[in-house]
């Protein structure tokens, strides 16, 4: 029979990652080594204490229940994590629990967007900020992020009539791709721009602990104002490694909180216990593996920037989030074609730029999930591929 789809269904691709994937499994047949620096997955291993949390958690049967609604206990230790951690309080109906958010920024769009409703979102920016209201057949507009400002957006550069229609805007600092940190000023401009327009704002913060140089790095809700006009996604999985646990709060607005726990309830009928315990340690406990693992990171991210710089490809050093962004050698103007050799020359593997926006063009991004002493015979496969050359 003749099966038909939805028109969205139509129009979701594999994309880029399926053909670096077959190419990577093809060198691999071949007997070649691949070093797979496309991918965000954290190699690191979660603290032993939340490891143990949840195995004494999934060995009591009463845990195997619908959890329905966050522990008591789980939004405590959120609020006393952001206390600590930000100088931020939170009450409890300004907290709900995420299964992971990928998760939430889809679905946040069911909260907020209607048909035609216009979403800001990043150019270059991370996938699913768009898809979730367009899943909800709202309208994109891209706000473009440039070099030469940072990667910040000017806020001063969005049209009247776009500003005036806008709904939600998405925000994201330390940002993936781009591998930048914004500044205290970015963030009072885009709370008093939000305000005037009267946009709601959601910041991703994934990677707020991993930041490099001497930077440190807050909450959007630390700065006067952001309740009012938005909430923060933080997510366990970089911080902690808890990255399969799906583990993500939305915090902010009482109401947008409000709201978009009464759309989950709808389909969602809460995270498994265990999940939830390991949790709550996560939160509760040491901050020193979280402090260790961002010097762990700080070490590859120099050895890759450092090492490609000496063989005459300049990299900047990433500012934050566990990747690198970086710029084409010269010679080459497309993303996907050098990707695609440098892997066959080399055995390298990273992302194409233009896989993050049409301003990603020009560039690569390189995941730091292999230990300094791969990343540096990485960068030695490069240099003798002649890819540079």
């Known amino acids: 029979m003749d099966l038909v789809f939805s028109d969205k269904a139509e129009h979701m691709e594999e994309g880029i990652f399926a053909a670096l994937n077959e190419k990577?499994?093809?060198?691999?047949?071949?007997?070649?080594?691949?070093?797979?620096?496309?991918?965000?997955?954290?190699?690191?291993?979660?603290?032993?204490?939340?490891?143990?949390?949840?195995?004494?958690?999934?060995?009591?049967?009463?845990?195997?229940?619908?959890?329905?609604?966050?522990?008591?206990?789980?939004?405590?230790?959120?609020?006393?994590?952001?206390?600590?951690?930000?100088?931020?309080?939170?009450?409890?109906?300004?907290?709900?629990?995420?299964?992971?958010?990928q998760e939430g920024m889809t679905h946040l769009a069911w909260t907020l967007c209607n048909p035609g409703d216009l979403v800001l979102v990043p150019n270059p920016g991370y996938p699913i900020f768009g898809i979730g209201p367009q899943l909800c057949d709202a309208e994109l507009w891209e706000y473009p992020l440039y070099e030469e400002n940072g990667f910040l957006p000017r806020f001063s550069d969005i049209p009247e009539d776009v500003a005036q229609r806008a709904k939600l805007m998405v925000v994201s600092y330390p940002a993936n791709p781009i591998c930048r940190v914004a500044p205290d000023s970015f963030y009072r401009e885009l709370i008093a721009f939000a305000k005037k327009y009267h946009i709601i704002v959601l910041h991703d913060s994934a990677y707020s602990d991993i930041v490099y140089g001497g930077r440190t790095c807050g909450s959007f809700l630390s700065y006067e104002g952001a309740k009012e006009v938005g909430i923060e996604f933080y997510s366990l999985s970089k911080t902690f490694n808890y990255t399969g646990a799906r583990v993500s709060f939305a915090v902010g607005n009482a109401e947008i909180i409000r709201r978009f726990r009464a759309?989950?309830?709808?389909?969602?009928?809460?995270?498994?216990?265990?999940?939830?315990?390991?949790?709550?340690?996560?939160?509760?406990?040491?901050?020193?593996?979280?402090?260790?693992?961002?010097?762990?990171?700080e070490e590859r991210n120099q050895a890759l920037c450092g090492g490609l710089r000496s063989i005459g490809w300049e990299v900047p050093d990433s500012e934050g989030t566990m990747f690198v962004w970086a710029p084409l050698p010269k010679g080459y103007t497309n993303s996907v074609e050098f990707c695609l050799t440098l892997m066959e020359k080399s055995g390298v593997i990273c992302t194409p730029g233009s896989s993050f926006g049409s301003l990603g063009?020009?560039?690569?991004?390189?995941?730091?999930?292999?230990?300094?002493?791969?990343?540096?015979?990485?960068?030695?496969?490069?240099?003798?591929?002649?890819?540079l050359d």
């Open 24 to 101: 990577k499994n093809e060198l691999l047949r071949q007997g070649r080594k691949v070093w797979n620096l496309s991918v965000g997955t954290p190699d690191f291993a979660p603290p032993q204490h939340i490891i143990d949390a949840v195995c004494e958690a999934a060995k009591k049967p009463e845990n195997y229940k619908y959890s329905l609604v966050e522990l008591p206990e789980l939004i405590e230790a959120l609020q006393g994590f952001y206390e600590r951690r930000f100088g931020v309080t939170l009450e409890k109906n300004e907290i709900m629990e995420l299964y992971g958010s």
């Open 361 to 387: 063009e020009g560039y690569v991004r390189f995941a730091l999930v292999l230990p300094p002493e791969q990343l540096r015979e990485a960068v030695e496969c490069i240099r003798v591929s002649g890819v």
């Open 263 to 297: 759309i989950r309830t709808q389909y969602d009928y809460g995270t498994f216990l265990p999940v939830q315990y390991g949790a709550i340690a996560a939160l509760n406990g040491p901050f020193d593996s979280v402090l260790r693992q961002r010097e762990l990171y």
